[in-house]
């Protein structure tokens, strides 16, 4: 984790970067559930689950969030901050045991209409397990502040 | 939590409900982090935050989505299920020791265009902090079974 | 979990009710031991418990009570205060990898005898594994408001 | 912590140890919270609990049963179990920034009436704050093996 | 954990004592990861372990330390405070599943250069697993008071 | 957090680094406590601390070693592995509230004695505060691969 400034004009479409990977363990279901307080059976329960179409626990979709995103929190530009997030999709359940990582791709860039000295830079951020299956995919809005804007 | 089975057409647009509260504590922030892998300054480093607008650590995104949408995991609905999240957004900043609640209301009910034997309901949910600001927006997008489906 | 006040009159003898299950896991005994400050072999050491007549981990008698007793914390009755516990066993060890549930059935109502302005609920709470055997039974008493009385 | 052997025959009434002390965190109690599943808000919302008698939060009483009796696990004793507990009582509140240690004192020693192996001791534990005010009480009942018996 | 007041005069070279034991799990290196923030493959990532010489995910050097020193930490001698480490190693890996304790001996006991009133006891402690084999070495150095000093 | 190989030849004494800065709260006190096992009253009794010098409660030295060493681990060099670690000092304690972060200085190379392949880097390690006192040093040994080597 390092600082790198970064203004709005230098980033380009279809700049890409990947992740490391991380194994998704039964301690990561536990801890969201006691984190985020949501114990519903399909997170938390071995037998209810066997009894369901995966068959298995499967992770919080909030968790797969929280993972896959923090993945990506490997460079700090202090021109840059979060605006939102859209079409946040859970293709494929994450399983215990399961190692994912995060492609990020910058798939729009444009003026902000509101901040003249802002443009909006668009992650498009997949989140990936071990067979190459996308379990999250979401698009990541920055706001960016213009190098020629201070 | 329990159990609360409801077809799509028991769905009425409107129709609101209330999260309980919970006081969000720098135990949150250390957890947060250490399941994220995000030890970014902004929410880990109180020096460096009083140097910037807020003059101390806020909340990430992702922690303020996991325990925001947790506190609504109260009623299991067997025919329900989450398709994704749409216009994520973080208008205020959360703070350590504030205490924030979710308030959910109906604000589409639709047929699903692919899936005739579902609709979709959207619950527009806004996770608010002790003063009533809301800290996060966003819609949460439900896949729900028609009765006459089965 | 959601609000639901009761008086100590509408509690009736042999009314039942069931919590969520929820599997057991290697976390949680590390989290326990982690949190109450036990790292007894019995509950830490595999390779001590091999020794052991039942040859592996088993739970610390206290987590089962926090969790049997976590698990029925869904509804909250602003009239109603724990006022002790009764009579605690543990019958049958708990597992790693174990799932458990806990019924609750009024066992006893009675006036207090000291505060007239309360009546005593007990709730006979029976913790149970998948295979339906008692891990934990213990008496839950609780004071409760009476209707005439505020 | 340590191993030392004990059998029945070796305990006598009024015989007495004090524990450590420990300060009971916010940490703790958020600690507890995930790891219980109980999010009440009387432990967990700082705002609700302004309004309440006590006007803050107070601890779970599973946690200090958890960690009131973890305190006590210095010693192991391979010839005694834990049989379980009886008047479990909480005569003052908990709250953050508390420090709490346990007193300790054999209260009765008697034979088992089903096992001609086992006496039992009978532990008064008394969970006392830094005021000296004991915030839980319980009896815990081991079971001991007779030196004689084997 | 008890307190056991010793003077510098009172610990004799090769003094030795043997701690109880612990498994290693898979929750301990997410703990790990998440209170140090060393989120690096070798410990993190299945599949990239995989393809690594010991085949699978290691423990972080830092928390075998943590964890062999804290096995320790049974009796407080007020008279004593930790100087340092020297000579840490790490002979072989610590994997998930594996059972460690701790084997420390006194090792040299010697005057303090500069502090007249103080000795250094050095106690040579041997992290071991199930196998006997030496996971983590090192030295630690204790500044003891001389009984003459007050 | 990204891979940078690098080989011996290319380290060069006197290079410096300095890593991320981070708060160290109660929070981590607590959970360092739990995972190593270690509830001396120097760290998690508030009352005994009072009556000491420092006056509050101090950090685990193996939590700043931890937490110290994990604020560098921020660049994968797949040629380098830790050999050891030497010289590890406490000149200052830790308090909850500090805010620390990590000096690196190369400040020897040198041929492996044993190994013809490696050469050893060390890296003096200086643990640092909000007000630029070094809590804790130590000299980290890595053993990295030469590039005529393979």
Known sequence: M????????SFELGERRTTLSRTITETDFVV???????FFPHHMDEEFCKTQPFG??????TMTFAIG??????IINPHAMTYGYERLRFPNPV???NTIHT???????????KRPAFGQVIE?????????ETVLFCEHILLVKKQGSH
């Open 124 to 132: 498009s951020c997949s989140v990936k397990n071990q067979k190459n």
């Open 32 to 38: 969201h559930a006691g984190h985020s307080g949501d």
């Open 103 to 113: 492609e990020i791709e910058i798939s729009r860039v444009l003026d902000d209409p």
């Open 2 to 9: 390092h600082e790198e400034p970064r203004y709005f004009e």
């Open 69 to 74: 995103i923090g993945l990506t929190a490997t």
């Open 56 to 61: 298995k626990r499967i992770a919080h979709g």
């Open 95 to 97: 399983f215990i045991g």
